[in-house]
């Protein structure tokens, strides 16, 4: 009456006198605008999200209840090289890498699919059309009849290979960085006193501390009575100045042990250049350090003794002194000896740095073959 349009749903039924003539007809007219319109809005709905999902790179797709494609978004192209035509028919299981996780787990356990289960952000492993791998995360659901019986599914999948292939390689990186014998930490560049973050179990067994104990905290933790005040000032230097250094720094365990600590730090910066963390290398090289300072302890007293080594025989009057010096490098130890000869005393004094097995062994062939020669003499 108003001149609007509407949609109806008008049934029809033709009406017969008792000889079977049509002589009316009864029309029955149900205004669907309503229907109509929620229909439309629907479809448009759906349409808008397959524009946005394809957009996205999202692939949407549509499975009977027996999990075989019976719609597949132009996406699928890009997900896995293969046109939405290829899938068409085929089951979800037929895309699967056959070595992927999901190919065993769906032998031994049961499935979303066959269960009739929704799907949320499931990892699925396919294998693309060039060979290579494709990992997605699916979710979808299950569509139902009046009757409650499952007539198909709707879902997407989300191309996620990119992000598990790093992923993967964190992990690896992560179970490397926690498995080696030195100690590794991150510091938080950006917090007061920058304190640790992270801590592998390398750096626990190094300073005692356990990973708790030792996050939140810096190095100031690590503090002793003798560490030096010179490589803590270059260590914050570092710090403020966001520049890498290397020190060798004595610091202290939880249980009071001093330990030398070979210490590299290096700034990380985000992708705007802004310095955000440092990581930190601690190396236990207390033996190291030790026996660097024995050897230097043994040239200070080789020097010693070599310097009171005589450069020339000596000379006494109403005395003669043969002797011969050997260097120090070559024997060592101490021998004293006299032989008496016709009211002479002959006197043998033998003494050089060290007391090793090897000068003894020399000292006492001396010996002996002195005290031969000198029987042989007096016979």
Known sequence: KDGKLYWASEIITPLRNANGEI??????????????????????????????????????????????YTYSSSAVEDVLGMTPEEILGKSYLDLFAKESANDAALKTAPH???????????????????????????????????????????????????????????????????????????????????????????????????????????????????TDPAALEEIRNAIVHRTSCQVVVKFYRKDGVSFWDELSISPVANEAGR??????????????RRVEENRHELEIAKQIQLSLLPNAPLRTPHMEIAGICVPATHVGGAYFDYFE??????????????????????????????RADTRKATN
């Open 23 to 68: 002589t009316h007809y009864l029309a029955i007219q149900q205004d669907i605008t309503e229907q109509k319109r929620d229909k439309e809005a629907l479809f448009e709905s759906e349409q808008r999200f397959r524009q946005i999902a394809d957009m996205a790179g999202d692939w949407l797709w549509e499975q009977d209840q027996d999990g075989r």
């Open 112 to 226: 979303p699919i066959p269960l009739g289960r929704a799907l949320h952000r499931v990892v699925n492993h396919y294998r693309h059309k060039n060979g290579g791998d494709v990992f997605t995360e699916s979710t979808g659901a299950p569509i139902f009849d009046e009757a409650g019986r499952l007539v198909k599914w709707r879902g997407v999948d989300h191309n996620i290979t990119s992000r598990k292939t790093f992923e993967d390689a964190l992990r690896v990186r992560n179970r490397a960085i926690e498995s080696v014998p030195i100690g590794i930490a991150v510091w938080d560049a950006q917090a007061p006193r920058v304190p640790n973050i992270y801590v592998n179990p390398a750096l626990s067994r190094i300073t005692g501390f356990t990973r708790e104990e030792l996050l939140g905290h810096s190095l100031h933790l690590l503090r002793g009575p003798e």
């Open 275 to 288: 310095i955000t963390h440092f990581v930190s290398v601690h190396a236990d090289i207390s033996d190291r």
């Open 341 to 370: 000869n016709s009211g002479v005393i002959d006197i043998v004094i033998a003494d050089v740095s060290g007391h090793s097995v090897g000068a003894a062994l020399i000292m006492t062939e001396v010996r002996s073959t002195l």
